[in-house]
């Protein structure tokens, strides 16, 4: 069993992916060079950014894997952003069919949107948040949404930022400061922990929250059924 991942954040997704892999799938390994595959490994490629993800790494990516020939799926994890999750994935499998991209036969695709980015997912850390911050524009924001009683992923922009995402990744440091805890996309690494990372199975699976979350652990849990089959 062997993992091509193809993310679009050249920072985050690069430092959280392979923490999150390893603890909901122990027996696999990280390698750094995709032709090393051999048995339990995968193997993480950044877009940097979007559309670069499709319009210049995908085609060789899909090239590689057919190269090599023993990975079982191809991931691909990109931001929905203003867009829905239908959306996005609409674009990735219109591109792929536009350009006549052909995988092997023996590997699956699997599109991971994260909605509205991995910003959005860190959110979902109920434990974490504060329900009397002391931050005046942590309070501003619980006021505009309070992402400890309702879904991160519907959460629309506050005023004050151009974008979504923007406005989430401000949300989720001011969020996580109050409890003095670092949060950048170049070090994620609060958000990496096994405990963090529980916390958004918890939520995922008890509250019905940040769906897109739950697709990528379900991906996760299909993996290990299929590894001990």
């Not at 691909?76 to 536009?98: P, Q, S």
């Not at 524009?137 to 006021?143: E, G, S």
């Not at 309702?150 to 949300?171: G, V």
Request: proline share 3%; glycine share 2%; charged share 30%.
């Amino acid at each position: 069993m062997n993992i091509y991942f193809l993310v679009e954040g050249r920072r985050t997704e690069k430092k959280v992916y392979p923490k999150w892999i390893t603890s909901l799938i122990p027996e696999m390994k990280e390698i750094k060079d995709a032709y090393l595959a051999d048995t339990k490994n995968f193997y993480i490629f950044t877009g940097h950014g979007y559309p670069s993800l499709l319009h210049n790494h995908l085609r060789n990516s899909i090239e590689e894997i057919n190269t090599i020939g023993n990975y079982n799926y191809l991931v691909i994890c990109l931001d929905a952003d203003e867009f829905t999750v239908k959306e996005r994935e609409n674009e990735v499998f219109d591109f792929i069919n536009k350009n006549n991209l052909k995988l092997n036969s023996n590997t699956e695709l699997i599109v991971i949107v994260q909605n509205k980015c991995i910003e959005t997912w860190f959110l979902g850390n109920s434990k974490v948040y504060k329900r009397n911050p002391t931050s005046k524009m942590l309070q501003k924001y619980i006021t505009f949404y309070n992402v400890a009683t309702k879904d991160p992923e519907l959460m629309e922009k506050f005023d004050d930022f151009q974008t979504i995402t923007d406005f989430h990744e401000t949300y989720l440091s001011e969020m996580l400061e109050e409890r003095k805890i670092a949060y950048t996309k170049k070090n994620p690494r609060a958000v990496t922990e096994p405990e963090y990372l529980n916390q958004l199975i918890k939520r995922t699976t008890t509250k019905k929250h940040i769906k897109s979350f739950g697709n990528f652990y379900n991906f996760c849990k299909r993996v290990m059924i299929k590894m001990n089959e």
